[in-house]
């Protein structure tokens, strides 16, 4: 594993390289951490990945770790996916080139597969799926509706949130908290260490809780991301693999029920038992096995 900075328009990014990073004639895969995470969360992945042929990038994302803080101090969806963008083009990455997110990153890696000028060939995304699949259809609105109310309560953090300073001041105990009902059973002491490194100041507890803050705001959206905000919502355009732990305490397991058969021509949908909302270090050998597989397959 190495480091990598990439100077991009707003901001300067640190990624946690595997393989060549910056050797064009691999394949680019880059790999979008969520939250209350870091890049360390594809420790298990990055290698597989680049054992597999790929030149493999995984950047902290805006405001955390050594990454930068952005200089319009956007932290909204469209401004996650433009980096990313960025982060391709400034890695001279190409049309084979695919993405992976979790979390939040999987907001921003479904947004990107809605993006109708998207470089990236496939799309992973993890314990979050395309919003435009979790919206009800005319056969799946009873089931919809009886996730909601229990989503509703797993969310409770999301309002919380949104409340001024006191989630920063609370920070260590609310993402100790939420490692723990998220992913019952798993150890997530070197994980909440790195994240502590991470966010080591009040600043950076300040913009990681942005990201929040900034989803119920999107009228502030900077002008030169709002060529993405309809993306950020929109259906997919490229196969999308949707990867959900059957044990996630974040979102309501029975989302995958409702996602599938909504992906486009070549997406597919999976629970992995044994997993919570962090399923990449819970099971990585059936994860990284399923990601792998996924990327290997021919164009539909």
Known sequence: MDQLTTDLDQLAM?????????DPAA????????????????????????AAGYRVVAPFTRGYGQSGFPADGSYHVP?????????????????RAVLVGHDWGA??????????GSPFRRV????????SAMNPSRGSIGSWARILPRQARLSWYTVFNQLPALPERRFDKLVAHLWRRWSPGYDATADLAHLAVSLATT???????????ANTRPWQTPERYRHLG???????R????????ADDGCLDPRWAAQVNGRLPHGGRVALVTGTGHFLQLERPDVVNARVLEFLAEEAP
């Open 238 to 245: 490229v196969p999308v693999l949707y990867l959900q732990g």
């Open 27 to 50: 394949p680019l895969a880059l790999l979008l951490h969520g939250f209350p995470d870091t890049a360390h969360t594809w420790r298990h992945l990055g290698p597989d990945l680049a």
């Open 203 to 213: 600043e950076r507890k300040a913009a990681a809780i942005g990201y929040y803050r």
């Open 79 to 95: 401004a996650l996916m433009s980096d990313a963008l960025e982060l391709h083009a400034a890695l001279d990455g190409d049309t």
């Open 124 to 131: 992973v995304s993890m314990a979050v799926p395309p919003f």
């Open 14 to 22: 640190v990624s946690l390289t595997w393989g060549s990073a910056t």
């Open 107 to 116: 907001i921003t890696a479904n947004g990107i597969a809605a993006f109708d």
């Open 230 to 236: 309809g993306a950020a919502t929109g259906a997919p």
